[in-house]
């Protein structure tokens, strides 16, 4: 059971380059996330799907778009790599659908760094 | 000001001290949880709370919806607890989430 899994761990951009972040999980869960932390800024939610076939923002989306191919699958899209992109991200999902109500369960994280 | 704060930024104990670590926030939430990610970066939920009280093991949860504030216990300190511990609310009536910065424990044997 390998909960959440996301791919690339690392990767390297230049500004301008666009790259997608895929994120699986197979828990069957409704709800899935993807968050960005920054160093002194903590975790912020980009964006989210309480179900597959919806996507919602979060609290940081511009220059990030999001596709919830099935119910196991999120990616998150950078279509224009700027430096301020520069961070670690983190796909999590939750069997709630709607509102969260339980357990969160975190993929490893990918490091992206944009020159 | 942040929507979510917590106390204290960074926490050295020895092993065997109980540890408090607090969370408030200005917002409306549905929830709130607690996190707790390790030296290597993985993330592990530990609890999440509507109200009351939880418990799991050596670990405490408490949460006070009037007082807009939370708690998070942990007894008999270890080494191995050594991480930082973030709290999250859950805004009400929707999925966004705001996150505290994260308390960083150091328990020393």
């Known amino acids: 059971n390998a909960g959440v899994t996301q791919t690339p761990k690392f990767q390297v951009l230049k500004t301008g380059q666009s790259m997608t972040l895929q994120c699986a999980q197979d828990m069957n869960h409704n709800s899935m996330y993807w968050y960005r932390q920054d160093p002194g800024m903590g975790l912020r939610l980009i964006y989210y799907?309480?179900?597959?076939?919806?996507?919602d923002k979060g609290e940081v989306p511009n220059g990030y778009n999001v596709s919830r191919l099935n119910k196991r699958e999120f990616s998150l899209r950078l279509e224009s790599a700027a430096p301020s992109q520069t961070s670690v991200y983190f796909c999590?999902?939750?069997?709630?659908?709607?509102?969260?109500?339980?357990?969160?369960?975190f993929g490893e994280g990918s490091r992206l760094t944009v020159l | 000001k942040n929507e979510v704060e917590q106390s204290p930024q960074n926490l050295t104990a020895q092993e065997g001290e109980f540890i408090t670590i607090n969370c408030s926030y200005s917002?409306?939430?549905?929830?709130l949880h607690w996190l707790q990610q390790h030296p290597g970066g993985g993330i592990v939920s530990l609890f999440m709370l509507s109200s009351g009280k939880k418990k799991h093991g050596r670990l405490i949860a408490t949460i006070n919806i009037q007082e807009k504030h939370s708690s998070l216990h942990i007894t008999a300190s270890h080494p191995r607890d050594s991480a930082v511990y973030i709290c999250?609310?859950?805004?009400?009536?929707?999925?966004?989430?705001?996150f505290g910065a994260g308390t960083r424990l150091t328990v020393k044997p």
């Open positions: 999250a609310v859950i805004l009400y009536n929707n999925n966004d989430m705001r």
């Open positions: 999590a999902s939750e069997r709630g659908t709607g509102f969260l109500t339980g357990e969160l369960f």
């Open positions: 799907s309480a179900s597959e076939g919806t996507t």
């Open positions: 917002v409306g939430i549905s929830a």
